[in-house]
T-cell receptor
Framework: IAGITQAPTSQILAAGRRMTLRCTQD?????MYWYRQDLGLGLRLIHY???????GKGEVPDGYSVSRANTDDFPLTLASAVPSQTSVYFC??????????????FGEGSRLTVL | QKEVEQDPGPLSVPEGAIVSLNCTYS??????FMWYRQYSRKGPELLMY????GNKEDGRFTAQVDKSSKYISLFIRDSQPSDSATYLC???????????FGKGTKLSVIP
């Protein structure tokens, strides 16, 4: 059972370059999320999608964009990377319950370093 | 004031000890309370999920919610080295569909 697959697992990127982090799920969950995790700051929501075709902004959306063309894929794009975007990025999915998010299933993370 | 406060630790205990991990929150609208466990260089995974005040037990783990004090706890009995991980509380308001995570507490259980 794959669950959530993220790629790449790690990447070093020059500032100003464009980068897309890929996320695919095989659980047919309707909701998907992108978080970044930084030491001392915890997990912070970047963008989310409650269903295919819709997206929303989380706590720290600036500098990032997402799309949700289908149920399974939710790529995160950094249009012009900056060093402050150095972080570990986690994709997650959930089958939304009535009134709540339900259990989040996370990928293994993508470690991004912007120089 | 942050919506969810969690002491980052680190917390180091001997094997067999009882561990208490805690979070406080400020928004009384929060209704769903979760604990996630994250091993080093891995994604978080759900450990406990509750939506009411009181205790919920699962093996060596007990989640406790006190809505009147806006305080949640996770107790680990007979702690094992395999419990060494970062524990994150996560809280959600009804209908918000967005979790707010604590910063996580790093726990080390020493054999």
């Amino acid at each position: 059972i794959a669950g959530i697959t993220q790629a790449p697992t790690s990447q070093i990127l020059a500032a100003g370059r464009r980068m897309t982090l890929r996320c695919t799920q095989d659980m047919r969950h309707n909701a998907m999320y992108w978080y970044r995790q930084d030491l001392g700051l915890g997990l912070r929501l970047i963008h989310y999608s409650n269903t295919a075709g819709t997206t929303g902004k989380g706590e720290v959306p600036d500098g990032y964009s997402v799309s949700r063309a289908n149920t399974d894929d939710f790529p995160l794009t950094l249009a012009s990377a900056v060093p402050s975007q150095t972080s570990v990025y986690f994709c997650a999915s959930s089958s939304l319950l009535r009134g709540g998010t339900g259990e989040l299933f996370f990928g293994e993370g993508s470690r991004l370093t912007v120089l | 004031q942050k919506e969810v406060e969690q002491d980052p630790g680190p917390l180091s205990v001997p094997e067999g000890a009882i561990v208490s991990l805690n979070c406080t929150y400020s928004n009384s609208a929060f209704q769903y309370f979760m604990w996630y466990r994250q091993y080093s260089r891995k994604g978080p995974e759900l450990l406990m999920y509750t939506y009411s005040s009181g205790n919920k037990e699962d093996g060596r783990f007990t989640a406790q919610v006190d809505k009147s004090s806006k305080y949640i706890s996770l107790f680990i009995r007979d702690s094992q080295p395999s419990d060494s991980a970062t524990y994150l509380c996560a809280i959600e308001g009804a209908g918000s569909y967005q979790l707010t995570f604590g910063k996580g507490t790093k726990l080390s259980v020493i054999p």
